[in-house]
């Protein structure tokens, strides 16, 4: 099984941090993190079933349980879509089929600034 698609989902900040102070000319600069997180979708099968998997994620149902599995993942994180990821999978199998596999990975990365 070959990754026939994989696209983000979903993005959001959170864990705003101080990260030190910077010194600029006479004066101080403060220094700032915070973690973002990346909601992907990735699905593996065969492919010729890469068309029909495209096709089916932007079918209206499967969309629509899309649309709700990011809403819960910018509401709670990775851990509170539970239920939303299960809606989208049942939409997604009904109209890809099961030869195709799906998952979400959470990918986070630490954003650093200076105000």
Same mark, same amino acid.
């Given at each position: $099984?070959? *990754?026939? &698609? #994989? #696209? *983000?989902?979903?993005? &959001?900040? +959170?864990?705003?941090?101080? +990260? %030190? ?6 004066? =101080? #600069?403060?220094?700032f993190k915070k973690l973002r997180?990346?909601? $992907? =979708?990735?699905?593996?099968?065969? *492919? ?9 994620? *932007? ?20 851990? %509170?879509? %539970? ?13 890809? %089929? ?9 990918h986070s990365t630490w954003i650093?600034?200076?105000?």
């Open positions: $099984m070959a *990754e026939i &698609y #994989r #696209r *983000e989902v979903a993005v &959001y900040d +959170d864990s705003f941090q101080p +990260d %030190g102070v910077e010194a600029v000319g006479f004066g =101080l #600069r403060l220094k997180h990346s909601l $992907m =979708l990735t699905v593996d099968g065969p *492919e010729n079933a890469a068309n029909a998997v495209t096709g089916c994620i *932007e079918q209206g149902a499967v969309a629509a349980a899309a649309t709700v599995l990011a809403s819960s993942f910018l509401g709670v994180g990775i851990a %509170g879509t %539970g239920a939303a990821w299960d809606a989208f999978l049942a939409q997604f199998v009904n109209c890809a %089929g099961n030869q195709v596999h799906a998952k979400i990975d959470d650093h600034w200076t105000s």
